[in-house]
């Protein structure tokens, strides 16, 4: 189930949600998210953000409007279908929801598991990304026995060790240090390389304006999109007179160059992600 | 899953499905005695019907006239030396019939005191696809007074009686598959209740609820198969207990029936068909639960 070309990876057309016969959550949603991207889904709590991630990860049907993943409209999509959908998406719950009774080996090797990867290949790729998310010691530990930050790890290796196409991330780094959360940030950022289309909600804005992504911007469940740096700057790019203003206003903003340079050395860290992706 | 031993739930630590193999037990247990019970009464009946199919008795009814009498038996006898189906006759003479009334009439009757019927007992051709009332209708065209007994009205209550036990024993079989049925689907909907976090962690992740279902199923297969190994060793003891104390108390009516390669083979499915449908029922009812899924 590859998106076609130019095919939004998710799109949503007024969508409405409700609790029972509580207000509404969020209202008149709409946007469309294309192959590739990367957005924070920023707002204040209860704004809705949890809600409009479990909409796409498929845990919650709308109560209106009209949801697309990967090019398949929800409503009209047989539930048999649905899983194979649900593969291609990566979630990091807020809450983790890891196995307790699995050790964090297993709770990472589930998603291969459930699509079926060959034993040799699970035993590979969870070694191996466990090891790099610092987790080399604890592969048969419990997740009770682990700390609140090492238990966001295995969440996070849980939710990219089958390199899926979108990839949700609720509040990733709020119980690891700023180093371990700039190395999350950065596998996130190596997986977008890649292709993968990355949702971070977050409530940091030290890192949304650090990384000056696009954001998904929730205010009592109304909707607006906030252009990020790299856009801003290359909408202006193709309507200023001359490449100078382009580079004058990138100037004005240094963090963006490395956005649109890309610039290696930020991925040092995450260097020994791409043999394992 | 069974293979390797891996299970993503931990149903193998769950309480409540604990007793299940104990309850499966007692349901093989009785499904085992239900099933040798049917398979006594059903070799019952059809060796008394082997044994009399092939009989009949001819009744030659009495009158004044016993010179007529006789003539009619000679005539009789000449019609059953003739037909083809017929393999062997035996005409009883007056004094064996005589010593047959000697229990309720007393020792004091003489040939003549009473009118007798002659009896002609008559074993037929086993091959033959005969009806009674094919030679008695040939009989009576030719001699009158003649009735022919073929056992059947003593036979046909005797068949009915066991068909009735049988179909006791099948009720019996199916309320003990309704109640195993029950049983798992109870403990497996617990056992929903108790993993849902989990399960909706699988599912979340892209599982399909077949991947799910099969680890209930084959937790409730190793649970089906423990306790119908469990019931079969209870069964077999009481089994030939009861067969011995059968055996002792009336070896006329209930001959010594000896169970055949497939009787046993029977008796030994039961532990595995109670099994499969404690598995399939997990299965199922998994199935119907996460259908209720998004």
Not at chain 1, 111 to 136: F, I, S, Y
Request: proline residues 4%; hydrophobic residues 50%; negative net charge.
């Amino acid at each position: 189930m590859i998106p076609e070309n130019d095919e939004p990876i998710v799109r949503f057309e007024n969508i409405g949600l409700r609790y029972g016969l509580g207000r509404e959550v969020l209202k008149d949603v709409s946007f469309a998210l294309a192959p590739g991207s990367f957005h924070f889904l920023v707002g204040e709590s209860g704004a809705g953000k949890s809600s409009l991630l479990k909409l796409i990860y498929l845990a919650l049907r709308p109560t209106r409007g009209k949801i697309s993943l990967f090019g398949h409209e929800i409503a009209s999509t047989p539930r048999d279908d649905l899983s194979a959908l649900r593969r291609q998406i990566g979630v990091v719950f807020q809450e983790f929801k890891l196995l307790n009774h699995l050790s964090a080996f297993d709770n990472v090797a589930l998603p291969m598991r459930v699509a079926r990867a060959k034993r040799k290949d699970v035993d590979r790729h969870v070694t191996e990304l466990l090891a790099w998310v610092g987790l080399k010691d604890h592969m048969q530990a419990r997740p009770p026995t682990l700390s609140g930050g090492q238990q966001q790890r295995v969440a996070i290796a849980r939710a990219v060790i089958s390199r899926p196409s979108l990839l949700l991330a609720d509040e990733p780094t709020g119980n690891v240090d700023d180093q371990m959360g700039l190395r999350l940030i950065h596998l996130f950022e190596e997986l977008n390389r890649l292709g993968t289309s990355v949702i971070i909600a977050t409530h940091s804005e030290q890192l949304v304006e650090r990384l000056g992504y696009s954001q998904l911007q929730l205010t009592d469940g109304r909707l607006a999109i906030i252009p990020g740096r790299a856009e801003a700057a290359s909408a202006v790019a193709a309507s200023a007179e001359t490449a100078a203003e382009a580079e004058e206003i990138q100037n004005q903003h240094p963090d963006s160059r490395r956005v649109i340079a890309g610039e290696e050395d930020l991925y040092e860290n995450a260097s020994g992600v791409e043999s394992y992706l | 899953m069974i293979l390797t031993g891996r299970s993503d739930l931990p149903l193998d630590k769950d309480e409540h499905s604990r007793f299940l193999p104990w309850l499966i037990a007692f349901m093989v247990f009785l499904s085992i005695l239900a099933v040798a019970g049917m398979l006594v009464l059903n070799a019952t009946a059809s060796r008394w019907d082997v044994g009399v199919r092939g009989n009949l008795t001819v009744q030659i009814v009495p009158t004044d006239d016993v010179a007529a009498d006789e003539a009619r038996l000679n005539e009789v006898l000449t019609v059953l030396a003739t037909a083809p189906e017929v393999a062997r006759y035996d005409a009883l003479d007056e004094m064996r019939l005589i010593r047959l009334l000697e229990p309720w009439v007393g020792p004091s009757i003489e040939k003549g005191d009473l009118p007798l019927p002659r009896l002609i007992n008559v074993e037929l051709k086993q091959a033959t696809s005969f009806t009674a009332g094919g030679l008695g209708a040939r009989l009576s065209e030719r001699v009158k007074g003649v009735a022919i007994d073929d056992h059947r009205v003593w036979l046909d209550r005797l068949v009915r009686m066991i068909e009735t036990f049988e179909a006791l024993a099948l009720v019996v079989l199916l309320f003990i598959t309704m109640a195993t049925v029950g049983t798992v689907v109870f403990t497996t909907r617990t056992g929903l209740a108790i993993h849902r976090e989990a399960i909706e962690v699988l599912h979340l992740i892209g599982a399909h609820d077949d991947y799910i279902a099969r680890q209930f199923a084959s937790r409730a297969l190793g649970l089906g198969i423990r306790g119908g190994l469990l019931g079969l060793v209870l069964a077999l003891p009481t089994l030939w207990m009861l067969a011995h104390l059968a055996a002792s108390l009336d070896e006329r009516l209930l001959p010594d029936i000896g169970f055949g390669p497939w009787h046993w083979a029977l008796l030994l499915a039961m532990p595995v068909t109670v099994a499969f449908i404690a598995m399939t029922t997990a299965k199922v009812t998994v199935l119907r639960n996460l259908a209720r899924m998004l």
